[in-house]
Each structure stands twice: as structure tokens, then as C-alpha cells.
């Protein structure tokens, strides 16, 4: 008898187990309507096109020097206009496929940070998720040549960067910048 209550309870536990996976090829889960962050970004962006949003212009109407440079340059991606979760969503995505962003014009504000290593600096815009308990940054070298520290702003300090999205390897590694960038 005790066997045969031990075969119907793992028969039931089978099929309990079967029953709450997702049908195979599968992926999302019963509340997800499909929509990627590429997605949504790229829905948010054509929103702007279509409503003939114009907030950077604006903007660069209002500001001079780099921050109008900023501005004023056509983007392809704009962190500025997402949420701290979404931006740190897609700066984690850029890292980590940055094939699909290679030469895409990139806006992105964060805190500023450098290091030095290899005889060289290297500055980063960083950026923290919403609970600020993980940061992403990426890399970027200025269009302008400036002198450091003179020129740039304390460690720390919020700044917006535009440019464009590229790869690079040292040693065994890659690791993702933007170049040719306008810093505010």
C-alpha cells in the first residue's frame, strides 16, 4: 500500500513540475507582452520623431559652450530621457552585446570618473541603477584635447556625454567607449 501511494504522490509531483513550465521554445512568461528594451527605447525615440519633439533643441537654444555642442547633436540612443532602472538596463545590454550599438551616436548622463593605468587616464561616465547598489559606466575620449585636471570636472560630479559607440581591445579583453565625445 505504501508503495503505491509513493507512486501516485511522485506521479502527482511530475506532473505538477510539467504543468508550470512555459510550452517548449518558449520564452516569456504568462505576464510579458514581448516587448524588449531595444523595444521600448526605440518606441520612446519614435514618439518624439512623431510628435515633433524637439526638447534638445530647445535645450541647446538655452545653453552655450560643450553643453550646446551636446545638445545639439543628433542621437541615436538618449539615456537622458529613461528611467535609472531602464538607462542602467541598456548601458548593462551595451556592455555586454555591443555589437548592435558599434557607430551609434549615444547620450548618456552619469557621474564622472577616472583611473590611470598604462600610462594613460581613462575617463568614464557612471551610471547606478535605481537603488544605487550597482553601477556600469563606459568609457569615452573627448573630440577636443583638454588638459587633465585642469579641465575636467571633480571625480564625482554629474555630467552628460555624447558619442560615439565603439569597441577596443587591450591585452585579452574589450572593453566599449565612446569616441569623438562632447562632454557637458
Known amino acids: 500500500m505504501k508503495k503505491v ?40 525615440m519614435n514618439e518624439g520623431k512623431q510628435t515633433g519633439d524637439d526638447s534638445s533643441g530647445q535645450a541647446a537654444k538655452e545653453t552655450s559652450g560643450d553643453t550646446q555642442q551636446a545638445n545639439a547633436v543628433p542621437v541615436d540612443i538618449d539615456l537622458t530621457k529613461l528611467s535609472s532602472t531602464m538607462v542602467y538596463s541598456e548601458v548593462y545590454n551595451m556592455v555586454n552585446e555591443p555589437g548592435t550599438y558599434l557607430g551609434k551616436r549615444v547620450r548618456m548622463k552619469g557621474s564622472f570618473a577616472y583611473g590611470e593605468g598604462n600610462g594613460r587616464y581613462y575617463f568614464a561616465c557612471i551610471i547606478s541603477d535605481a537603488t544605487a547598489c550597482c553601477a556600469q559606466g563606459i568609457e569615452f575620449i573627448l573630440k577636443d584635447e583638454r588638459s587633465f585636471p585642469e579641465e575636467y570636472p571633480a571625480k564625482g560630479t554629474e555630467i552628460t556625454v555624447v558619442g560615439i559607440f565603439d569597441t577596443y581591445m587591450e591585452g585579452k579583453y574589450r572593453y566599449c567607449q565612446l569616441i569623438d565625445a562632447v562632454m557637458e
Open 5 to 44: 501511494i509513493c507512486i501516485i504522490l511522485a506521479a502527482l509531483i511530475c506532473m505538477a513540475i510539467a504543468g508550470c513550465g512555459a510550452p517548449s521554445g518558449s520564452r516569456q512568461s504568462p505576464g510579458n507582452q514581448g516587448s524588449s528594451v531595444d523595444d521600448v527605447l526605440n518606441e520612446r
